[in-house]
């Protein structure tokens, strides 16, 4: 675990900026017996890869501008409101998208203490690595077949409490399950990849960055 002062040394922000980032759910974190932070290293890892300043979109926002870059058009927006975001992405860098995409839901580090992996995973949208090993899609990002140690998912807000409940999920930061609870989240190749860039190895990180940048490109 990183206490606050090594996570903000990390961050290049104060440690009062780390406990704000905690209580937003943009970094996962434990209380220690003692009463501080300890700051889970993979959430602290993607957002120091976000780099970026000033006000992150809204879940909304950030939904709409992945949908765009991993499909080409969205409905979550009007119309102007689409214009103006599709013609922003195409100043973004990678890092930055990630700034702002990170409020694209509410951040948890978990452990499931109850039913099976397989049975939950029904339940969620996964991504980053996980959907790599779940749904095959290794060739797509440049990357050989890995099992994957960390599932990274997304689950809609409207049935979050009841597969909390039902599969005991608890909050700890040496839990095997990064979870984002969204209102309406959709998986594609560019939330994918988004997750890649922000909590994977070097390797995949970097596979995650160069399909962003290419999808960036395009646009």
Do not use: K
């Not at 220690?32 to 290293?41: K, Y």
């Amino acid at each position: 675990m990183v206490s606050t002062c090594a996570a903000a040394a990390e961050l290049g922000v104060g440690e009062g900026q780390v406990r704000d980032y905690i209580a937003a759910r943009v970094l996962a974190a434990d209380l220690s017996l003692g009463g501080a932070w300890d700051v889970e290293p993979t959430t602290l890892r993607a957002l120091a890869r976000g780099r970026g300043r000033g006000r992150r979109w809204s879940e909304e926002t950030a939904w709409a501008a992945l949908e765009i870059l991993g499909g080409g058009a969205t409905t979550r927006l009007g119309s102007s409101q689409r214009s103006r975001l599709r013609a922003g992405l195409r100043e973004l860098t990678v890092a930055r998208l990630a700034y702002l995409a990170e409020g694209r839901g509410t951040l948890y580090r978990l452990r499931q203490d109850n039913g099976t992996r397989r049975a939950l995973l029904v339940r969620l949208e996964v991504s980053g690595a996980s959907a790599l090993a779940a749904g095959g899609l290794h060739d797509r990002f440049d990357l050989s077949p890995a099992r994957a140690t960390l599932t990274v998912g997304y689950l809609a807000a409207a049935v979050a409490a009841e597969v909390f409940d039902t599969f005991l999920l608890r909050e700890t930061n040496d839990g095997d399950l990064l979870l984002r609870v969204a209102n309406s989240p959709t998986v594609n190749d560019a939330v994918i990849a988004l997750d890649l860039y922000g909590y994977g190895e070097t390797r995949e990180s970097a596979a995650g960055r160069t399909w962003l940048e290419g999808a960036l490109r395009a646009l």
